[in-house]
């Protein structure tokens, strides 16, 4: 205790002695400051009691003194004061945190009075209006130069109505943010951020300022609000068509068709590499689904995939279509199992590893020996996402073909080719089936 606490402690104030209690009453203040001056020099307790004529236990005595004022509280000019505390108390302090006795205002903590309740409510306002000020000033639209939508390819027309389909806000102003979708865009995080990272890229959207200003952020180099949450903010469509119709361009943005998508041959190249960019990903969620049935994952575990695991699915999807390495995948898991109970392994990596790994296998190994490998289904606890949907049934109007088709359009080029130099007028390719292992071989149990 220092000795500024202890002359507070033990010095009673005339001002101090409207608080003392009845029990007390009948002692003057020298006596009041006496008691309390022997009771903190560790003097009896029944002791004192019996000669100051006090009606209490000796457990209370202690809560009957008088408490000690510090100052005014700066709300409504009450007494701020100390209570004193037992001589054995656990905290080894004689006196209590500062209280304002007429509003509750506690000066040196957290304080939940009405007053510091109002206080901070105006200062959140206050920091609230200054965000909102510097995000507007930053993301001015005003500034925005907008793509013209004959300047928009292929890739750029079916990410953006993917985008546009998991929901506008109710004015058509912008996009939902992504903690707001309900369903999937993508089958993973990975392409969702994928898809978006393109597009801000093309300028094709570009993050709304209305967007709640904890989605933006900043750091020593890049102040606020320079830095955002890309799952966070509502983005705008900067797109010519559609500052001019909100509602047209709605129509003509979620909705593209194949004439849409396929402009040229550049447009091929590029579905290519969403295609299988879109096979990847749902090879990934069905990886995680299966490791969760044999609980090699919690089900609230995501899958670790390392670009090593995209690369190996990537090799296997140039030859197989999405539905055989889901047959893979199904039968290296069980294999996985095996493997990890054999072996007493924890890591689900090295599982993952494993399971990756015998699907390479297996399929290097049937196209050496040709066998045929049966095509699975869409596992549908896992919801088809909005990506897949707009590609294979509303651009494509393929439907599950697409699950059963090699995510390649250099094995269908002679069609493609035909399709767009000969069709001004063209409809919905009617893709052939060119699967893998047309043999009558089926895949043995082992390799």
């Given at each position: 205790m220092t000795e500024t606490t202890r002359s507070q402690l033990l010095?009673?104030?005339e001002e101090e002695m409207k608080f003392v209690p009845k029990q007390l009453s009948h002692l003057s203040l020298e006596q009041v400051q006496e008691l309390i001056t022997r009771y903190y020099n560790g003097e009896r307790v029944n002791v004192l009691i019996e000669e100051y004529k006090i009606h209490c236990r000796a457990?209370?005595?202690?809560?009957?003194?008088?408490?000690v004022v510090t100052g005014t509280c700066e709300y409504c000019s009450s007494p701020i004061v100390c209570n004193r505390l037992s001589k054995s108390n656990y905290r080894n302090e004689m006196l209590d945190a500062p209280v304002c006795v007429g509003c509750g205002h506690r000066p040196l903590q957290w304080c939940d009075c009405f007053a510091c309740k109002k206080k901070?409510?105006?200062?959140?306002?206050?920091?609230?209006?200054?965000?909102?000020?510097?995000?507007?000033?930053?993301?001015?639209?005003?500034?925005?130069?907008?793509?013209?939508?004959?300047?928009?390819?292929?890739?750029?027309?079916?990410?953006?109505?993917?985008?546009?389909r998991m929901g506008m806000d109710v004015n058509l102003e912008?996009?939902?943010?992504?903690?707001?979708?309900?369903?999937?865009?993508?089958?993973?995080?990975?392409?969702?951020?994928?898809?978006?990272?393109?597009?801000?890229?093309?300028?094709i959207i570009f993050p709304h300022p209305k967007s709640p200003t904890n989605a933006f952020t900043g750091d020593e180099k890049n102040p606020f609000p320079e830095l955002y949450y890309i799952f966070r903010v509502?983005?705008?469509?900067?797109?010519?068509?559609?500052?001019?119709?909100?509602?047209?361009?709605?129509?003509?943005?979620?909705?593209?068709?194949?004439?849409?998508?396929?402009?040229?041959?550049?447009?091929?190249?590029?579905?290519?590499?969403?295609?299988?960019?879109?096979?990847?990903?749902?090879?990934?969620?069905?990886?995680?689904?299966?490791?969760?049935?044999?609980?090699v994952l919690s089900q609230?575990?995501?899958?670790?995939?390392?670009?090593?695991t995209r690369l190996i699915f990537k090799s296997i999807l140039k030859d197989f279509s999405s539905g055989q390495l889901f047959n893979l995948i199904y039968r290296s898991v069980k294999?996985?199992?095996?493997?990890?109970?054999?072996?007493?392994?924890?890591?689900?990596?090295?599982?993952?590893?494993?399971?990756?790994g015998?699907?390479?296998?297996?399929?290097?190994?049937?196209?050496?020996?040709?066998?045929?490998?049966?095509?699975?289904?869409?596992?549908?606890?896992?919801?088809?996402?909005?990506?897949?949907?707009?590609l294979y049934d509303r651009v494509l109007q393929i439907g599950e073909k697409g699950f059963e088709l090699i995510p390649c359009w250099n094995s269908y080029s002679k069609e493609m080719e035909f399709i767009l130099d000969n069709s001004r007028d063209r409809e919905s390719p009617q893709l052939p089936a060119k699967i893998n292992g047309e043999e009558d071989n089926e895949i043995p149990d082992k390799d």
């Open positions: 010095k009673v104030k457990s209370d005595l202690y809560k009957l003194f008088p408490p901070r409510e105006e200062e959140a306002k206050k920091r609230e209006a200054e965000a909102r000020r510097l995000i507007q000033e930053h993301y001015d639209l005003s500034e925005l130069e907008p793509v013209p939508l004959e300047k928009m390819n292929g890739l750029d027309r079916i990410l953006l109505a993917s985008l546009i912008m996009t939902e943010p992504g903690a707001n979708w309900v369903g999937k865009m993508s089958p993973t995080p990975f392409l969702d951020r994928k898809i978006l990272n393109h597009l801000v890229t093309r300028k509502n983005y705008h469509i900067n797109v010519d068509l559609f500052l001019k119709d909100r509602k047209k361009a709605i129509e003509v943005l979620a909705n593209p068709t194949f004439n849409d998508v396929f402009q040229n041959a550049s447009d091929v190249a590029l579905l290519d590499e969403l295609w299988m960019d879109l096979a990847i990903a749902e090879a990934e969620e069905y990886l995680e689904l299966q490791l969760k049935d044999v609980k609230h575990q995501l899958l670790p995939i390392s670009d090593d294999d996985g199992l095996r493997f990890k109970e054999s072996k007493g392994i924890r890591d689900p990596e090295t599982v993952i590893k494993f399971v990756v015998r699907c390479r296998r297996i399929a290097e190994r049937s196209l050496a020996e040709g066998w045929m490998i049966k095509h699975f289904h869409r596992d549908y606890r896992n919801e088809q996402s909005m990506l897949s949907q707009l």
